[in-house]
T-cell receptor
Framework: KAGVTQTPRYLIKTRGQQVTLSCSPI?????VSWYQQTPGQGLQFLFE???????NKGNFPGRFSGRQFSNSRSEMNVSTLELGDSALYLC??????????????FGPGTRLTVL | GESVGLHLPTLSVQEGDNSIINCAYS??????FIWYKQESGKGPQFIID?????DKRQGQRVTVLLNKTVKHLSLQIAATQPGDSAVYFC?????????????FGKGTKLSVIP
């Protein structure tokens, strides 16, 4: 079974621009979560989607948004980029059916650099 | 590497020795815990998990111990190999509501000396 895939793997943007990152979960997984990883803050939760609905959101500004499609693929968008948004953005998927907490499996991440 | 913080605790072990990586978690309501391994340039890779109704769980060469009294988690790696060199994160969450977010520790860098 293929793992979680993320595109693109690397991205360079300038301040003020916006960016869209894509994530395809493991086949059969309906929950997709997004995390930001930086050297200073470590891994921080952004949001989680299940069946096209955002179920949970971390403590990030409204510039960070996401969505999930009917095939469970997810995108996250960051508008008005700031230098501090430079990070590794990780997507994770889990089966998460029936309220049970299941293991989250991570993709390789998208390295975003804001100049 | 991409996953390494500037001031990560580092554990250096000799190849073949056992490694013990410790983690203090913060939320007494957390009832599901996972250990991840992250190599440079890659996303976190699942190693082993444990639920709060257990205090020990074993996998292949790895054992996780959970002490809920002091909110402490440890990962033991037997016969450590060079391929085990990576950053290890513990993660905690409160399960049962269907939606959950993982809260990660800061990570420990494991260096295996050949």
């Amino acid at each position: 079974k293929a793992g979680v895939t993320q595109t693109p793997r690397y991205l360079i943007k300038t301040r003020g621009q916006q960016v869209t990152l894509s994530c395809s979960p493991i086949s059969g997984h309906r929950s997709v979560s997004w995390y930001q990883q930086t050297p200073g803050q470590g891994l921080q939760f952004l949001f989680e989607y299940f069946s096209e609905t955002q179920r949970n959101k971390g403590n990030f500004p409204g510039r960070f948004s996401g969505r999930q499609f009917s095939n469970s693929r997810s995108e996250m968008n960051v508008s008005t980029l700031e230098l501090g948004d430079s990070a590794l953005y990780l997507c994770a998927s889990s089966f998460s059916q029936g309220g049970r907490t299941d293991t989250q499996y991570f993709g390789p991440g998208t390295r975003l650099t804001v100049l | 590497g991409e996953s390494v913080g500037l001031h990560l605790p580092t554990l250096s072990v000799q190849e073949g020795d056992n490694s013990i990586i410790n983690c203090a978690y913060s939320n007494s309501a957390s009832d599901y815990f996972i250990w991840y391994k992250q190599e440079s340039g890659k996303g976190p890779q699942f190693i082993i998990d444990i639920r709060s109704n257990m205090d020990k769980r074993q996998g292949q060469r790895v054992t996780v111990l959970l002490n809920k009294t002091v909110k402490h988690l440890s990962l033991q790696i037997a016969a450590t190999q060079p391929g085990d060199s990576a950053v290890y994160f513990c993660a905690e969450t409160v399960s049962g509501a269907g939606s959950y977010q993982l809260t990660f520790g800061k990570g420990t860098k494991l260096s295996v000396i050949p």
